[in-house]
């Protein structure tokens, strides 16, 4: 089976710029968790759903991020408009219910 | 509150030598699990291993091996005969109902082999 895919692998973007990161989940996996990870704050969770659902989203850090799940095979990470401080690694995982969560290879994102 | 500690930010170790990464966790619930995952230079994070807290059996698994001990609430991780493969960081994590079955991470800690 695939495991998580990511996509872009790495992206470079100016301040300013909508950057959008995408997630495709393990097929049969019904949770999906975005990740950051940074040198300062180590992984951070953003955003869960279960079911496609947006379960706690209180690990986001501003209005200019946003998270969707239009279906179970999908979902995206949307930052409008970035800034140089959202440098970092976005990580996407996947589980199913109280299984283990299985990571994504992660999007690094540098915004100049 | 859910707490993991892993206070070894970073070990070093020469090539063949055993070693031993610390975790410590916090938690009011029960039922919870424990899992270790492994962070190489390529950055991508990979499963090792998750324990639920019914079962205190020691783990082998080739090198790694694991120490569930709940009377101390630690689940520790020992490497033998560590190779420069093994170079990574590590992240031990817990998932408890109280946290919404979130995974609440450690810290880190960096193992660094060398030949």
């Known amino acids: 089976d695939a495991g998580v895919i990511q996509s872009p692998r790495h992206e470079v973007t100016e301040m300013g710029q909508e950057v959008t990161l995408r997630c495709k989940p393990i097929s049969g996996h019904n949770s999906l968790f975005w990740y950051r990870q940074t040198m300062m704050r180590g992984l951070e969770l953003l955003i869960y759903?279960?079911?496609?659902?947006?379960?706690?989203d209180s690990g986001m850090p501003e209005d200019r991020f946003s998270a969707k799940m239009p279906n179970a095979s999908f979902s995206t990470l949307k930052i409008q408009p970035s800034e140089p401080r959202d440098s970092a690694v976005y990580f996407c995982?996947?589980?199913?219910?109280?299984?283990?969560?299985?990571f994504g290879p992660g999007t690094r994102l540098l915004v100049l | 509150a859910q707490k993991v500690t892993q206070a070894q930010t970073e070990i070093s170790v020469v090539e063949k030598e055993d070693v031993t990464l610390d975790c410590v966790y916090e938690?009011?619930?029960?039922?919870?699990?424990l899992f270790w995952y492994k962070q190489p230079p390529s950055g991508e994070l990979v499963f090792l291993i998750r324990?639920?807290?019914?079962?205190?059996q020691n783990e082998i698994s080739g090198r790694y091996s694991w120490n569930f001990q709940k009377s101390t609430s630690s689940f520790n991780f020992t490497i033998t005969a560590s190779q420069v493969v093994d170079s990574a960081v590590y992240f031990c994590?817990?998932?408890?109902?109280?946290?919404?079955?979130?995974?609440?991470f450690g810290g880190g800690t960096r193992v660094l082999v060398k030949p």
């Open positions: 994590a817990l998932s408890d109902k109280a946290a919404g079955n979130k995974l609440t």
């Open positions: 938690t009011r619930d029960t039922t919870y699990y």
């Open positions: 324990r639920n807290s019914f079962d205190e």
């Open positions: 759903f279960n079911n496609n659902v947006p379960i706690d």
């Open positions: 995982a996947s589980r199913r219910w109280l299984e283990t969560q299985y």
